[in-house]
Every structure is written in structure tokens, then in C-alpha cells.
């Protein structure tokens, strides 16, 4: 039997603090906004913009050079986690022990998680994995949305008792290009926080475009659904 990998477990908060577990834990480095990995365990870094109170934004580009298990635990901190995963091979995404396979290929590399809900990535060693991670509070998301329906077929999303994924699926082609873009620069430019800061910016007003075209169709997901098209996935999209 193999040995499973080392696991290395964290919390993610809407400030920088999170990263100081990655420096007592992994020996990673941090320099204003930039955090570095020590190179026994991958090549490259992070970078954090906090946008304003509410939002903020990382980017992770590395590769990796031993197989780590990154297990996301949750907090009381109430805001979701939006991934965007443009990795060149797939990775491995576990949300409520539910196997998902993500990447710049993967039809599911999009996703939307409760920071409630414990998650793990896992990464190919060798390969450049390369995310971006919006941070996004749920009660500063309700802002953007009146419609009395939305807080109807979103109700368990909204509801701190609950803890429920919210959805998984592909990038949107917008959203996309602009992600391609960032991931032509190179994180220890000068400027890179501000170009991070304005892809941000985009991604999350593209995200609530697409909450409010497809809100029915989600919010009826999450409510009635949820388990079937969970158990569909990872019976048809994550035999890694």
C-alpha cells in the first residue's frame, strides 16, 4: 500500500492572518504581500490583496516538489470561498469528502464553497498549479441582490446553521481571459498586487452577473438536489 501523502492542515480568513500558520507550519517566508514556499516542498509563491473589508484575493503559483495534502479546515468567519483553478494538470479537489478533478482542462474548475465546509486540494507533483481564490463575504454579497426571490431560493446559503456547498462547474469564458492574462505575470513584479487587485475586481463582478442570470436554477440545486448532483460527480468526474 502507498503512503498517503503529508497533509498539512490551515484556515483561510478574509485578512492576511491565515498565512502566518503556513510559516510556523511549512517554513514558508513572507514578504509584504508575497509568501514563498520552501523549496523542498515547491517552487514559487502566493500573493494576497485585500481588496476591502469584505473581499480578498490570492493567488497561488507553484510546483510543487513533494506530494502534499493542503486541508482547508473550516472557522467561524461567515464568507465563501470562489475558486478559480488554471493548474496545466488536473488536481484533486475534496469538498465534503467528495473527490473533484480540477484544472485549466477540467470541466470543473469553478467553484463556490461555504468557508464552513472542510475542503483539501491536492496537486501533481512536477506540474504548475496555478489558483486564484476570491474571499467573499456573505452578508456583503446580499448587498447585490433585493430580489426578494433570491433570498427565497437562497435561504440555506444565507443560513449560518447551514453549511451546505453552494456550486461547482467551469469558469466563464470572461472570467476566464482575464485569468489567463494574470497568469502571464510573474508574481515578484512591482506592479503585480495591482494587477491582482484589478482582476479581482473583475472576477467578483462577473460572479454576481452570473449568480443573478442563474439564480432559479441554482438556488433550486442547493435546495432539492444538492446530494444527487454531488453523488453524480463524484461517480462520474473523480476516479483519479
Known amino acids: ?30 514578504v509584504n504581500e508575497n509568501m514563498y514556499f520552501p523549496k523542498e516542498i515547491a517552487i514559487g509563491s502566493s500573493c494576497l490583496s485585500e481588496i476591502n473589508p469584505d473581499v480578498s484575493a490570492v493567488v497561488i503559483d507553484c510546483v510543487m516538489n513533494k506530494p502534499l495534502r493542503l486541508t482547508r ?20 479537489h475534496i469538498v465534503d469528502n467528495i473527490n473533484h478533478k480540477t484544472g485549466y482542462k477540467s470541466k470543473l474548475n469553478f467553484a463556490i464553497v461555504d468557508n464552513k465546509i472542510n475542503s483539501t486540494y491536492l496537486s501533481k507533483v512536477g506540474e504548475r498549479f496555478y489558483a486564484l481564490r476570491l474571499f467573499v463575504r456573505k452578508s456583503y454579497l446580499k448587498t447585490f441582490f433585493n430580489d426578494a426571490e433570491f433570498k427565497k431560493d437562497f435561504k440555506d446559503v444565507f443560513d ?80 483519479l
Open 73 to 92: 479546515v473550516p472557522s467561524d468567519d461567515d464568507f465563501w470561498i470562489v475558486y478559480y483553478d488554471l493548474s496545466d494538470s488536473d488536481s484533486k
Open 160 to 239: 449560518n446553521k447551514k453549511k451546505k456547498m453552494f456550486f461547482y462547474g467551469h469558469i466563464d469564458s470572461r472570467s476566464k481571459v482575464v485569468l489567463n492574462a494574470l497568469k502571464q505575470q510573474q508574481i515578484d513584479n512591482l506592479n503585480y498586487e495591482f494587477l491582482l487587485k484589478g482582476a479581482a475586481y473583475n472576477l467578483l463582478g462577473y460572479l454576481i452577473e452570473r449568480l443573478n442570470t442563474k439564480m432559479p436554477s441554482m438556488g433550486t440545486h442547493l435546495e432539492k438536489d444538492i446530494e444527487a448532483v454531488m453523488l453524480s460527480q463524484q461517480h462520474l468526474l473523480s476516479n
Open 1 to 30: 500500500m502507498s503512503q498517503l501523502p503529508q497533509e498539512f492542515r490551515h484556515t483561510y480568513s478574509l485578512t492576511s492572518d491565515w498565512r502566518q500558520s503556513f510559516v510556523e507550519g511549512l517554513g514558508c517566508t513572507i
